[in-house]
């Protein structure tokens, strides 16, 4: 009864190749969160929706989109990945912002070759 | 706090033994602090949380403590069990923001041996 969902759980992409992460949510939240995580790293938030207005963290970069075409999904989009792109990607929900607790989905982990 | 670098903290304690856990913040402003635990390959998991105008919080086997006059919050695990091992963020929200960004601290790896 996984309540975020995200897939795939392992993904290997080339570098330059263009790849879609995805995430759906059984919580009916209205947040949604996209977090970046290094290894031996914290979570590093890259953007999130409130409903359907996008807010992007200012030190994201371009090659880096998200749509959310409903309540429930949440996608990432890697334009034209990096090596350096190589990491979890995080997607999280909250029922509101402020003082509401994110929950997290068990992560895409991105491979660049 | 912030994350700074690729060596995380480490604990290590016998199964059983009570365990502290401990996080620095930096922003005098946050007034939301969230624990989360990590196990390998996997998202991080809510454990408690803590609202500003408290200094102490408990839950089942777990005790978070707030010091706002050193910014500074910490998790205590009673007992702990070999399946306590993981990575443990603290994670907190500034007020007056206009959305729940949540900061994360570096994170501590936690090791319970039998």
């Known amino acids: 009864d996984a309540m975020v969902i995200q897939n795939p759980r392992y993904q290997v992409t080339q570098f330059g190749k263009p790849v879609t992460l995805s995430c759906s949510q059984t919580l009916n939240h209205n947040v949604m969160y996209w977090y970046q995580q290094k290894s031996s790293q914290a979570p590093k938030l890259l953007f999130h929706y409130y409903d359907k207005d996008f807010n992007n963290e200012a030190d994201t970069p371009d090659n880096f989109q998200s749509r959310r075409p409903n309540t429930s999904f949440c996608f990432l989009d890697i334009r034209s990945p990096g090596l350096g792109d190589a990491a979890m990607y995080l997607c999280?929900?909250?029922?509101?912002?402020?003082?509401?607790?994110?929950?997290f989905g068990n992560g895409t982990r991105l491979t660049v070759t | 706090g912030e994350s700074v670098g690729l060596h995380l903290p480490t604990l290590s304690v016998q199964e059983g033994d009570n365990s502290i856990i401990n996080c620095a913040y930096s922003n005098s402003a946050s007034d939301y602090f969230i624990w989360y635990k990590q196990e390998s390959g996997k998202g991080p998991q809510f454990i408690i949380d803590?609202?500003?105008?408290?200094d102490k919080r408990q839950g089942q086997r777990v005790t978070v403590l707030l010091n706002k006059t050193v910014k500074h919050l910490s998790l205590q695990i009673a007992a702990t069990q070999p399946g306590d091992s993981a990575v443990y963020f603290c994670a907190d929200l500034a007020g007056g923001t206009s959305y729940g960004k949540l900061t994360f601290g570096q994170g501590t790896i936690l090791t319970v041996h039998p």
């Open positions: 803590i609202r500003s105008n408290m």
């Open positions: 999280a929900t909250s029922r509101t912002t402020g003082e509401s607790p994110l929950h």
